[in-house]
Every structure is written in C-alpha cells, then in structure tokens.
C-alpha cells in the first residue's frame, strides 16, 4: 500500500509522489512540518501545502534527499529518491550532475567518445607506445556524503589492460601511471562486469571525476562503460 500522510488541518492543495529504496523511512519536511511515510514500502504519496519541502529517505546507513518546489495548489510533482548518484547509466549521461565527458589534453590523441543506447566507448590510439585514453567530467561533483565510487566496464578489447579511477581538484592527467589525486584505484584486467570501486569516505567537497586506460603496444583498444556512480 502507498503511504499517505496529510498536513493537519490543511486541506488537499498539491501532493509529492516518491518513490525510494524499499525497507527506507522517508520523510517531507518543510520548515517545522514533517511528515513522515507510514510504511517503508518505498513508495509514498505526501499531500503538502505550497512552498518549499525536501524530501529525505534513510535506511540507517545511507541517506537520499531533493528540494521540491511547490508553485501552486493542485501542483502534483514525482520524485525518485537513490542512494547511488549516477554520473552515466546504461546510456543515460546524466548531464544535470556531472555533465558530458570530456579528455584530458595531454594523453588524448587520437581517442575518441562514442554513446550508444545503453553505453559508453572509449576507443584508443597510440600515444607514446601505449594506448592511452584519460576522460573526465567537465563539472565537479560533490562527493562529500558517499561512501564509494564505482564504475561498471562491460567489454574490454585488451584483457590485460590497467585502468583507473580517480577524484581530484584539478583536472585528471593519468590515473594510471601519474598526476596529483585526493584517491585512486587501478584495476588489472577485464573486468567482466564487476564494478571498480574506490573508498572516497574520506574525502569531501567537490571534485573532478576520472578515469583512464592503458592498452600496451597494440593496435587499438577499446573500453565499454555501463554504470559510473557514488554510493
């Protein structure tokens, strides 16, 4: 059964639809109101008044939220609470949180970015006797309440390339073999679908997000990207 939680004493004048992850208490708060889901069902219907609200969900480890504006009575707004930030998924860029991708200068020649329906391609050229693509996310992101960043690789043409994520405040250089980082993880080998993690629970504010790649002597190479998010 949906939740539903009314303002007292206030009649029906807009509602917030959510949906959240399930066995998660979610909450509408707005000023000294709170209303709070009567299920943890992950989904609830809040009847609110105009103004500004947030909507918040927690499981005990985790917390989600989003500002929704209220504008006008009758006003009906759905809203999607996740504890994962997703920078792309399965094709989606998710240009409102970190943009689209982009190269860094330096190690970039010849590579290239391709979008399909449900990834990305990193395809690279030799530079300096290895293949080498390093690519970024022109806007920061805040990483300051997660816990990990992930990237999920469904295809690798060299199977015994190394590759690497990386947060940073400046814009990323190498993540496999140089530059200045706040936290780097490399990764060996194809990684047939398991996602690359690295621990950023000790790292706060905003950041650039990285990755790169190095194939080796070889005549080209190619990475498929399904998910990169935090957690």
């Known amino acids: ?60 480890t985790d917390t989600a939220s989003k500002a929704v504006s209220i504008t006008s009575e009758g006003q009906a707004v759905s809203v999607e609470l996740s504890y994962r930030l997703y920078l792309y998924k399965n094709g989606d860029k998710c240009t409102d949180v970190g943009g689209n991708w982009s190269f860094s200068k330096e190690y970039s020649d010849g590579a290239s970015i391709s979008y399909g329906a449900d990834k990305v391609t990193i395809s690279l050229k030799s530079v300096h006797q290895q293949y080498m693509g390093i690519c970024f996310w022109y806007k920061k992101v805040d990483i300051t ?6 990237m999920l690789v469904s295809y690798n043409s060299a199977p015994d390339a190394t590759q690497g994520i990386c947060v940073c405040s400046s814009v990323p250089e190498n993540p496999v073999s140089s530059g200045s980082y706040d936290g780097r993880q490399l990764i060996e080998g194809s990684s047939d679908t398991v996602p690359f993690e690295l621990d950023i629970s000790a790292i706060s504010g ?11 002597d070889t005549d080209s190479g190619s990475v498929q990207i399904k998910e990169v998010y935090l957690v």
């Open 145 to 150: 309440n997660y816990r990990k960043l992930c």
């Open 206 to 216: 905003s950041k650039y997000v990285g990755y790169g790649a190095s194939m080796g």
């Open 1 to 60: 059964m949906v939740g539903k939680t009314n303002v007292a004493g206030a009649r029906l004048r807009a509602v917030i639809a959510v949906t959240y992850p399930v066995g998660s208490v979610c909450t509408c708060v707005s000023g000294t109101k709170t209303l709070k889901a009567r299920d943890t069902s992950g989904k609830a219907l809040f009847n609110v008044t105009v103004g500004e609200w947030t909507v918040s969900c927690t499981d005990g």
